[in-house]
């Protein structure tokens, strides 16, 4: 299991109404929340702090602590090994059982990624062939045959947990919305196709209407896709659609999400102004709403 769940004083729950569905949540503040903050405001020292305040705070399962993205293009992910380090060793010391994971855009950076001590990685693709150009300065068929090889390679390491973010579900920032049904093809062929544990659906822009996403999900279920696999990468524009969405998935399966302890996030790469990732309590007030009796 990729998390575990935020304990109960966490949540702030007063008496659960449906205990057999808990959410499994992944802390993404580390990387997808700091990646459009500038780098001189975030040294590794105050890193750090803001690890520990996640971990005291909420105790995520997982947490993705960076990315082995080029320094250049974002300089605030430069101390990604120091913070894999200081990860590992402040779970040795205090024994905790989280998994922590960083994000790996290449054949090149996995080999770098393999010397660090990682079980969990997380990769990058997307429905929009502009974005992934943009984003990762390759198109979509490229990093499909770095997918096949990367996951060729991690497949016989043991204990390894592979995750695949789809950017671009509905909308792409540079070329506008896509065909639900585009991103229900291209998922369905990455579930097939890959070895991947977790298909990340990312709603970069922040539009995904419900609908759309309903229909999305209902199909790759009819299509064989588990609800397991599914988790989702949700940003703060549109509340009334995230609020819908958010439990529409705890009602019918559909329980990992990615949360932040900052209202920050999104591609910088690739957007001027980014809608903020889901927050701990955003999701914590939708989640009471669900199933707390107040």
Sequence with gaps: ?????????????????????????TDVTL????QTEPAEKW???????????????????????????????????????????????????????????????????????LNHNLTHFSFLTSISNAFQIKNLRKTLPKT??????????????????????????????????????????EICKYHHNYNFDELCLSDTCGTLKFDDFKYLVDSLHLFGVPKSKISLHLHMKNMDELKQIVRYSMLNGYVRFDVSILESGGCSVTMDHCAPNMTYDVFTEIYNNIFVTK
């Design 1 to 25: 299991m990729l998390s575990t769940v935020l304990k109960p004083r966490n949540l702030h729950i007063q008496r659960i109404v449906y205990t057999d569905i808990v959410p499994i949540l």
């Design 31 to 34: 990387r997808d929340g700091l």
């Design 43 to 113: 040294p590794l020292s105050k890193k750090q702090s803001l690890f520990h305040q996640i971990v005291t705070k909420y105790s995520p399962g997982n947490i993705e602590v960076g990315s082995f993205v080029n320094p250049k293009i974002l300089p605030i992910m430069s101390d990604t090994k120091q913070m894999i380090q200081f990860a590992n060793d402040y779970k040795r010391i205090n024994g905790l059982s989280t998994n922590f994971s960083a994000v790996v855009p290449s054949m090149s950076k996995l080999h770098e990624a």
């Design 144 to 185: 499909k045959e770095e997918l096949e090889v990367m996951n060729y390679v991690l497949k016989y390491l043991p204990n390894i947990h592979k995750k695949l973010y789809i950017s671009c579900i509905s909308e792409c920032p540079l070329t506008g919305p896509l065909d639900i049904n585009l991103a229900l093809h």
